[in-house]
């Protein structure tokens, strides 16, 4: 496979992650995620950020994340995110620690 294929592979996988995340399960909440697998909807929009900045693109962390929500946070919050018990805020800061600080 060329290099042109494998990327437009992962920018095809990339957003259909995207899309499962941000359409197909809104109900599955960010801390849960980041709980469970390390990772949530805003890790990939820093990710994101990141990859733009690596390429000299100015992006900060506001906008990276409309970008990738496709509406502010404030709206996500109000449309989807639900109250976090303390036994899932204690996972979280675990979990953060673990996997957020840490860079490859």
């Known amino acids: 496979m060329d ?3 494998r990327i437009e592979l992962e920018a095809a996988a990339f957003r259909r992650l995207r899309q499962h995340l941000m359409e197909d ?3 599955v909440q960010n801390i849960d995620m980041m709980n469970l697998a390390g990772f949530c909807r805003n890790c990939l929009s820093r990710w994101y950020q990141e990859a733009a900045n690596e390429r ?3 992006m900060d962390k506001t906008e990276a994340r ?3 929500y496709g509406m502010t ?3 996500w919050k109000t449309n989807f995110q639900t109250d976090a018990s303390p036994e899932k805020q204690a ?3 675990k979990a ?3 996997n ?3 860079k490859p």
């Open 73 to 75: 946070m404030d709206e």
């Open 100 to 102: 957020v600080v840490r």
């Open 25 to 27: 399960r809104t109900d």
């Open 91 to 93: 996972d979280f800061k």
């Open 3 to 5: 290099d042109q294929t």
């Open 66 to 68: 409309e970008i990738y």
């Open 56 to 58: 000299s693109i100015d």
């Open 96 to 98: 953060f620690a673990e």
